[in-house]
């Protein structure tokens, strides 16, 4: 961290700041140049509040060298996390692919979609029980009920489930569901996070629509603070003044989330494109890029989807997606 | 709403099409092109959800022509809502000045900021109780011990309080408070404004910071379908490329939430730039531009607050700025 | 294209609409709903001017349905437009790579990297000579001097040149160049485009950093109006809130201009990203989601490069990517 | 200047970055931290260029401290810069109404509004000759002989004139123009730039869609340093995700402009908005912030106006609202 001190600090006053910094554990270094004197601060600044500095009289400007987040960070922590739920591993170099409807609809059909992305190589079912809708008056998804359809379905296929929680009061429901979502609206809900970090069940956090890769990060850094490390991230489009597509799929996400950390990082192409046709080339850049696995939203009839379903893909299109990714990955290995 | 058909739709799929719009209590118009066919949609769009018609097959595009919000429409409701909370009154022409520092911090700081601001003009008192803040390493508000100082300060000064909610589970602690805010981080925690649609209490509800005015809308149509219609609108900047100030400050979001919706609508010109020297051109830039109040942080020694220091401004510069918005107020009020 | 009137629109006014409208050609259908009058246009609505119509007193808002660009619209010309320059094709089915330094730097430099990339398989030789830079103490190019040496390396290797005009007085020094680059910053220059279009020499046109699909489109639908049917798009990524990434990669903008466009899409991945590191997996990405070609920067000493060296690959990396890329490729053409 | 090493580097490495940036004449400060070493540069690091350092091998990141702007930076210019050009002047404690229609159409219509828009207060007449417009099928302009008219309507009323540059060509045309602007397409034409620096003629330059304060401040820096320091800024709103009004007008940068730099500030209304009934209510904003002056679009027919028609006002209320900006400028020079 360096401090940027204003032209008129006097010594003394620059030496009550430096006792204060040693206070926290980190070491003063100073630099006085003939206009601008700057403190280097070196040693563990994650805890050193960058806005309590910033705000000193003396202070002009503080920038941070060091990342703010330390358990999500692969400075800390060079090797992969490698997530494992039911016989689904995320992470590693490896390729999930996670799939089911935006919505759970009716038992028939997400048994139906479930089996049918099973089929295709789909490791974990992905279904809508809590749905977050701009609109009070749109569908507001199945909640309880969409919670048990979901757990008939991992009863039927094996397959372990991934569900969106909007809320703390809803978190008992939760207890058999293998892995919670934490929506892109969601992401700094700093009360849901300090609890899901206290449950120690695997997270899959959704970045915001306009957060950064470091505040994504900060986010995970709160489960993980709260002593949970089973998070993973997801990318799935930031929101642009592009208007043609639902948001823009922010694809360098992959590479920059994977020097930055070791947790595993998914796709969700699509609700970032928001146009099935665009969910198979998204889909391919994804894991061209490195990703570590795909959330793709799969219905058996998208015309007849509750919500989203212009970005369904078919099961027919699910499968044949899934053949070319496999082939991807093979190329993605032989390095 | 307008729906755009794919070129080769048939006549037959034309009309199962407009007996499904019909079936909605809609009464559907058609004109056919060379190349394309349009099916104007005539009456109450509100509840359409222009998803599912997006996805079915014969469909290209839906188009909106009317705001899918109702309650908050000035469009059904031209008089401006006026709010009264204790003495104050916001909405309608007046100008009403809610101040306090970031986060309080204890009896004797909140009680001498509160009579201070009282006695520069202003009407509410805010304070942080509940703190967001980006890090979990980060101080997080003195949360219960907090609502209750504000309440001390709330019997000492008579002024009324506003103060953030972060968790539905903190409901209880805000009985006595006279407006909840609701963050921007949490514009679209549905279950959180279903909730506080039915408590009944005045809402102060903050703009995402990469949410549109219709989204803020539809935020407060949560709010006011569940039988709240107290509801304060309030920008306080959106995210954009510029980072030399913190937020960009959507000035016009003043004249455009004012010509949407009846609700009335303050500024935070703290949050949105960050920079306390910004605080008053923007303070006056807002009323200058009709806004119907400010929040602005006040603390009686911004070098030791705990949060948001660089932003706030000191009782003598937020009593200066004051009298300064009364005489810019007398002008506006002229017309 | 369609007209929603205000709602006390005369049946007069609305006649007078509809007869202005059909002396530009296009047939007018009126839907009369209780509070909304619409009027859709049928036929080439391509020349009417949006602004010119929502300007009228009676006029509420206008929507485009149809897109307002004619000689660039795949729906008017359905097949892929290739483009020959020397002995590389760009658009079909192939993958063309473009690759060299960001700056012509000396005879030694261009020819050196020019030989490098030729053996690796790229087709075209970029370099700057007429350098954008933000600082005007900054270097801006050999200009002149680094034509005349790109001529060299194309005499040298037999690789087609392809380099950035800065303004159209340069348009002589271009006569033997094969692709002329227009800039992120120049995609609006009008006049430019223009005169580019009488020349009738292929054009690489670059995306503006805030500019929509449209708007590009449009850009290249200038270049096409005046009689040059020779425009290769070019993605390098755009402007957001992310400040990590020097710009944010739009991969989306392969499958969306490949709808919208018969042109060839080319993906410029060390300008999106401005990191080396990154480089690779953006270009995987970029064929993955159906790119016609990439145009990649390569130093044979980045740490030495006058401009943009941390986002420059060696050639060595270069080659090593070149080949994953073929691989890549196979797989893409298999379906 | 702050250099960050990467956490390898050895004593020699660091010693020959420091003898290099010392060949620069600036003084390099190491401070070595356990896992990160910083070296500051004290001096004058305006020349240096910052990536060219950071592409070395052993540099992690640099980070600037001083702005890379010199002739345009309050720092080294305290005193605002005051613009005089005919009877107007522009800057200092002034506020100057430049007001005129989009588009140059008739001898009529220029002089008319010449001689509404004078009676009114206005010191400057705009009017667009050289048209920058979307698509090349809207109408471009009378270009030069909306020049002609111009000079026409200055004669009439002893207005002087501001009006936009498209491209270098045309600068023979702007010999008796006073003021030249380069528009927001424009602002990073740097070929253009640098002559208008060596023209010496006062230049009225608009932030680009996506520029930050910095990158427009860089540009006012490339006119000046090619020796012309009349250079007038002009924010007329940035490119945000919000559609509904055509831009995001960003008011902040009034305090920031004037804070970063010495030069005038003038905010364009018009175009931020796109709708002629905000632009009084941003206008009265633009001066309580602070602006130096307004650039407004008033036509005498607004519904029949070529370009732009939905956002001009007309003289009656251009009147109005110049004499509400009277009002107000007056409690602004009250301080």
Redesign the interface.
């Known amino acids: 961290m360096?401090i940027?001190l204003k032209e008129n600090t006097t010594a003394q006053e620059l030496n009550t700041l430096a006792e204060m910094v040693k206070s926290h554990g980190v070491?003063p270094?100073i630099?006085?140049?003939?206009?601008?004197t700057?403190m280097?601060l070196?040693?563990d600044t994650?805890?050193i509040?960058i806005?309590?500095l910033?705000?000193?009289?003396i202070v002009e400007?503080v920038?941070r060298?060091?990342e703010?987040f330390k358990n999500a960070n692969r400075k800390f922590h060079p090797m992969d996390t490698v997530i494992t739920v039911g016989d689904a591993v995320i992470g590693g170099n490896s390729l999930t692919l996670i799939a089911g409807p935006c919505s759970v609809e009716s038992e028939e059909q997400i048994i139906s979609v479930a089996r049918d992305v099973k089929n295709s190589g789909a490791k974990i079912l992905r279904g809508g029980a809590f749905k977050?809708?701009?609109?009070?008056?749109?569908?507001?998804g199945m909640r309880e009920e969409g919670i048990k359809l979901l757990l008939e379905a991992k009863k039927d296929t094996g397959l372990p489930i991934v569900t969106e929680i909007?809320?703390?009061?809803?978190l008992d429901l939760f207890d058999e569901i293998d892995i919670i979502q934490v929506g892109a609206?969601?992401m700094?809900?700093?009360?849901?996070l300090?609890q899901l970090g206290r449950s120690g069940k695997p997270v899959l956090l959704k970045r915001?629509?306009?957060s950064?890769?470091?505040?994504l990060l900060?986010s995970a850094?709160?489960i993980m603070?709260?002593g949970n490390d089973q998070v993973i991230l997801c990318e799935r489009g930031?929101?642009?003044?592009?208007?043609?597509?639902r948001n823009?799929?922010?694809?360098?996400a992959?590479?920059?989330l994977k020097?930055l950390s070791h947790l595993p990082v998914v796709i969700d192409p699509s609700h970032?494109?928001g146009i099935a046709?665009?969910v198979s080339?998204?889909s391919?850049?994804?894991?061209?890029?490195?990703a570590d696995g795909l959330m793709i939203e799969v219905h058996n009839d998208?015309?007849?989807?509750?919500?989203?379903?212009?970005q369904s893909l078919t099961p027919e299109s699910f499968d044949k997606l899934a053949k070319?990714l496999t082939?991807?990955k093979k190329?993605m290995q032989?390095?």
């Open positions: 360096i940027i070491t270094h630099t006085e140049g003939v206009h601008q700057i280097g070196v040693g994650t805890r509040d806005e309590s910033s705000q000193l009289k400007a920038r060298i060091q703010p977050p809708r701009t609109s009070p008056y749109a569908f507001q909007m809320d703390l009061s809803q609206r969601n700094q809900n700093f009360e849901l300090k915001g629509l306009a950064t890769y470091q505040e900060m850094e709160y603070a709260f930031v929101r642009t003044f592009e208007t043609y597509t823009t799929l922010d694809i360098s992959v590479p920059a020097k970032a494109a046709d665009f080339p998204l391919m850049a994804a894991v061209a890029a490195g998208p015309s007849k989807a509750k919500c989203d379903g212009p070319k082939s991807l190329i032989e390095d």
